[in-house]
Structures are given as C-alpha cells and as structure tokens.
C-alpha cells in the first residue's frame, strides 16, 4: 500500500492564481481530512469528508473548496491565491476510529 | 468545542535525560488522544494513542502517555531522551467525526 500521497510536494503560485493540492489514499478509508500547519499554530482543519459525495468544512475553510467524487480522492482547491494562504498542506485519512494516516505535506508558496 | 494546549513552546534536554511533554484538552465527552512526532520537513508520524481501558498507553520508539480524566491532561514522557528524539510534537484531540484539533506543538531540542 502507498498509504496516503499527496503531489505537488512542492508550489510557488503568484497572487490570483488557481491550483488543485491532489491527495489519494489506496486504503479504503471513508474519512478524509485537509489540514494546514503554520508556524506556532499547529495543523488546522480546512475541510473534511466522512464518504463519498460528503463534504464540510473544518476551523479554517474561507479560500478553499473541496470535492468528494470517489473514496480514493480528495482534492483541495485554491480558487483565487491570496499570500495568507501560504503555508504546508496535510491530506489525512483514517477508517473512522479518528487514526489518522498523513500524507508527505505539500509546501505553498503564494507570492 | 474541543481544544488542545501544549504549555511548553521549546524544551531542551540532555541526552539520556527523562523526559515529559504537557498537554492539556477541553472537550465534553470521553476523548480520543493522540501524540504525534514531526521532524523538519516531513510528515506526522503516530506516536501513540489513547480511546479508552487503561490510561497508560505505550507508543512506538519508547514513549508513553497518560491519560488523566481529573485533570484534563494527557502528558508524554520517555523515560532517557536520544538524539534523535529532536523533533516536534504535537497533542491532538479527536471526535467521533474523525476531526482533530492540534496543539500548538512543543520543539524538543536534545543537548549532546
């Protein structure tokens, strides 16, 4: 099993622009979650799944937007980069006991 | 709504020294505890976790935590820090929901 992969691992977008931070667990997990870390405030939850087709938001959503089309895939969204938004991404999954499973991080860059 | 406090920003220990990091939650129900361990520029790695039964909980590499309801605590220790122990760590707090809350994270620094 790959676990949990996440790619890029690394983005440098310029204000304004768009991207898709891609995520994918090949474990059959229902639940799947998109964290962001920042210096001295830990992992923060932008949004979460607990299956297919069902989404919500977490602590931080405002800026991104998520979709759930397969168990598989969890896509998080930047519709419109704003610098605030730099930061390192986490894509998470577990089989709903709250384990969670982390992928490598993705480290954003928004100029 | 449920919350992690990690007291300690930085910690600097000696090798071969005992070791306990602090952390505290708030959150209604019974809770589910986590410790994990990051070092720089990677991933989250589970140290260990706590559901429920015994209240002392062994993890990988050494580590233990436990859990005290009275308190609202969920300390970890180890009882002689290595070198590359240098890492930091990080308390999360789980609901049935499969969401965490993190604590702000505690830097252990190992002095040679």
């Known amino acids: 099993n790959a676990g949990v992969t996440q790619t890029p691992k690394f983005q440098v977008l310029k204000t304004g622009q768009s991207m898709t931070l891609q995520c994918a667990q090949d474990m059959n997990h229902e639940y799947m979650s998109w964290y962001r870390q920042d210096p001295g405030m830990g992992l923060r939850l932008i949004h979460y799944?607990?299956?297919?087709?069902?989404?919500d938001q977490g602590e931080v959503p405002n800026g991104y937007n998520v979709s759930r089309s397969t168990t598989e895939d969890f896509p998080l969204r930047l519709l419109s980069a704003a610098p605030s938004q730099t930061s390192v991404y986490f894509c998470?999954?577990?089989?709903?006991?709250?384990?969670?499973?982390f992928g490598p991080g993705t480290r954003l860059t928004v100029l | 709504a449920q919350s992690v406090t990690q007291p300690d920003i930085h910690i600097t220990v000696s090798e071969g020294a005992s070791l306990e990091l602090r952390c505290n939650y708030s959150y209604g129900a019974t809770p589910y505890l986590f410790w994990y361990v990051q070092s720089p520029g990677q991933g989250l790695q589970l140290l260990l976790k706590y559901f429920s039964g015994d209240t002392l909980v062994q993890g990988i590499k050494g580590f233990e935590a436990e859990f005290k309801r009275s308190q609202s605590s969920f300390n970890l220790r180890k009882p002689s820090v290595h070198w590359s122990d240098a890492a930091e760590y990080f308390c999360?707090?789980?609901?049935?929901?499969?969401?965490?809350?993190f604590g702000q994270g505690t830097e252990l620094s190992v002095k040679p």
């Open positions: 998470a999954s577990n089989r709903g006991n709250n384990e969670q499973f």
């Open positions: 999360a707090v789980g609901d049935q929901g499969g969401k965490l809350s």
């Open positions: 799944s607990v299956g297919a087709g069902i989404t």
